[in-house]
């Protein structure tokens, strides 16, 4: 899997990369029969002039699931007090939404591969 980690108004961290990959490994553990082409997360502190207060942490995650051809899309952005709980909640979203694309898929297949006998076509 291709990553791409990208800081914005913090400075580089290699306690928080290494949180990344440690998510990032559990998500490829949990789903290895989607295949995660690539993960772009971009980690910012948000703060101005505009908003004052205290600092809010944000955790966005891009992931292209399937193939290259007809893959999908999965973004998700959360807004934390800490940047560690950002990073873990925009992961288990993350997993929630692959759990219900997948049962998703697997319901529709059972229902293609299992006929009602009471349909009418006999």
Request: net charge positive; glycine share 4%; hydrophobic share 35%.
């Given at each position: 899997?291709?990553?791409?980690?990208?800081?914005?108004?913090?400075?580089?961290?290699?306690?928080?990369?290494?949180?990344?990959?440690?998510?990032l490994?559990?998500?490829?553990?949990?789903?290895?029969?989607?295949?995660?082409?690539?993960?772009?997360v971009?980690l910012?502190?948000?703060n101005?002039?505009?908003?004052?207060?205290?600092d809010?942490?944000?955790c966005s995650?891009?992931?292209?699931?399937?193939?290259?051809?007809?893959?999908k899309?999965?973004?998700?952005?959360?807004?934390?007090?800490?940047?560690?709980?950002?990073?873990?909640?925009?992961?288990?979203?993350?997993?929630r939404?692959?759990?219900?694309?997948?049962?998703?898929?697997?319901?529709?297949a059972h229902?293609?591969?299992?006929?009602?006998?009471f349909d009418?076509?006999?």
């Open positions: 899997m291709r990553t791409r980690l990208n800081f914005t108004n913090l400075p580089s961290s290699e306690a928080l990369a290494r949180s990344i990959d440690t998510e490994h559990d998500l490829e553990h949990f789903a290895p029969h989607k295949h995660i082409d690539a993960a772009k971009q910012r502190i948000v101005s002039r505009q908003h004052p207060g205290p809010l942490h944000e995650i891009e992931l292209n699931v399937g193939h290259a051809s007809g893959g899309r999965v973004f998700i952005k959360k807004t934390k007090d800490n940047m560690y709980k950002a990073i873990a909640s925009a992961f288990d979203a993350a997993q939404i692959l759990r219900e694309r997948l049962s998703y898929k697997k319901r529709r229902r293609q591969r299992n006929v009602d006998p009418g076509n006999e």
